[in-house]
């Protein structure tokens, strides 16, 4: 219950994946639309076929690509090369 109220009201940036059998897609639909309803705005990535926790193991690029997209968002990025990250 604690997840589902996220008291941070920071904006989030879910990973999931509708092949992860420890928490489901569903599930994780539920988190976000109760974190949004309390004012958290909350971004989700949908991966076909990653098992939990496993995103950036099987897709890398789009992984790094939607967290790069996110941080963007939130004005939090400098050169990619000065993180250590290169496309």
Not at 41 to 47: D, E, G, S
Not at 69 to 79: C, S, V
Request: charged content about 25%; overall charge positive; glycine content about 2%.
């Amino acid at each position: 219950q604690l997840f589902h109220t996220n008291t941070l009201h920071k904006p989030a940036l879910m990973f999931v994946s509708k092949a992860d059998t420890v928490s489901s897609l569903t599930s994780n639909l539920r988190v976000k639309e109760s974190w949004d309803s309390l004012g958290t705005k909350t971004y989700i990535k949908i991966f076909e076929k990653s098992p939990h926790v496993e995103h950036y193991r099987k897709y890398p690029k789009e992984y790094t690509a939607e967290l790069y997209a996110f941080l963007n968002k939130l004005n939090l990025t400098q050169k990619e090369k000065k993180v250590g990250v290169q496309f």
